[in-house]
T-cell receptor
C-alpha cells in the first residue's frame, strides 16, 4: 500500500521560476493538505481540501495555488519562486473530520536560489 | 487563532527511563482533538497518539500516553521505557474540529544509553 506519495523528492529552482509539487494518495481519503516546514520549525498549513473540487487557504497560502480535480491528487503550484519559499513541503491526507490521523508523504525539499 | 506552546526545545533521557514532553494550547472551540507526531532525522511524520476534548480517559498507545488536563489546556506526552529509536522531534498539534491542525515548534528528544 503506497499511502501518500510526493514527487519530486528534491528540487532546486531559480528565483522567478515556477513548478508543481505532485501529491497522490491511494487511501480514498477526502481530506488532503499541504504543509511547509522551515528549518527548526513546526509545520504550517498552506492549503487544504475536503474533497474533489473544494479547496481552502491555510495559514500561509501566499505564493501558492492548488487544485483538486480528483480524490487521489492534490498538486501544489508555486508561481514566481522566491528564496522565502525554500522549505520542505509535506502533503498529507485524512479520512475526514474527527479523530482521524493525517497520513504524511515523505516530503519534497525545495531550494530557491 | 490557536496558539500552541512546546516550552522544551530539547530534552535528554536515559534509555529505559520515562520522559514527559509538554504541550499547552489555546483554543476557544469546545470540540477539538489533540495529536502528537514524531519526526525522526529521516524527516517523515509519524502519528503517535490522539486525544479528543470530550474523551473521559487519557489516551494510551503502547509506550505512549497523554496526561490530558482539559481545564489547563495541557496535553503532555509521556513516553515510558525510552528506547534509542525514540530520539526524534516531537510535535503537538491541536485541531479545531480536527480538520486543520496547527503544529507547535516541537521538542527534540535525545535518548542516550
Amino acid at each position: 500500500n503506497a499511502g501518500v506519495t510526493q514527487t519530486p523528492k528534491f528540487r532546486i529552482l531559480k528565483i522567478g521560476q515556477s513548478m508543481t509539487l505532485q501529491c497522490t494518495q491511494d487511501m480514498n481519503h477526502n481530506y488532503m493538505y499541504w504543509y511547509r516546514q522551515d528549518p527548526g520549525m513546526g509545520l504550517k498549513l498552506i492549503y487544504y481540501s475536503v474533497g474533489a473540487g473544494i479547496t481552502d487557504k491555510g495559514e500561509v497560502p501566499n505564493g501558492y495555488n492548488v487544485s483538486r480535480s480528483t480524490t487521489e491528487d492534490f498538486p501544489l503550484r508555486l508561481e514566481l519562486a522566491a528564496p522565502s519559499q525554500t522549505s520542505v513541503y509535506f502533503c498529507a491526507s485524512a479520512r475526514g473530520q474527527g479523530p482521524y490521523e493525517q497520513y504524511f508523504g515523505p516530503g519534497t525539499r525545495l531550494t530557491v536560489t | 487563532a490557536q496558539k500552541i506552546t512546546q516550552t522544551q526545545p530539547g530534552m535528554f533521557v536515559q534509555e529505559k527511563e520515562a520522559v514527559t514532553l509538554d504541550c499547552t494550547y489555546d483554543t476557544s472551540d469546545p470540540s477539538y482533538g489533540l495529536f502528537w507526531y514524531k519526526q525522526p532525522s529521516s524527516g517523515e511524520m509519524i502519528f503517535l497518539i490522539y486525544q479528543g476534548s470530550y474523551d473521559q480517559q487519557n489516551a494510551t498507545e503502547g509506550r505512549y500516553s497523554l496526561n490530558f488536563q482539559k481545564a489547563r489546556k495541557s496535553a503532555n506526552l509521556v513516553i515510558s521505557a525510552s528506547q534509542l529509536g525514540d530520539s526524534a522531534m516531537y510535535f503537538c498539534a491541536p485541531g479545531e474540529n480536527t480538520d486543520k491542525l496547527i503544529f507547535g515548534t516541537g521538542t527534540r528528544l535525545q535518548v542516550f544509553p
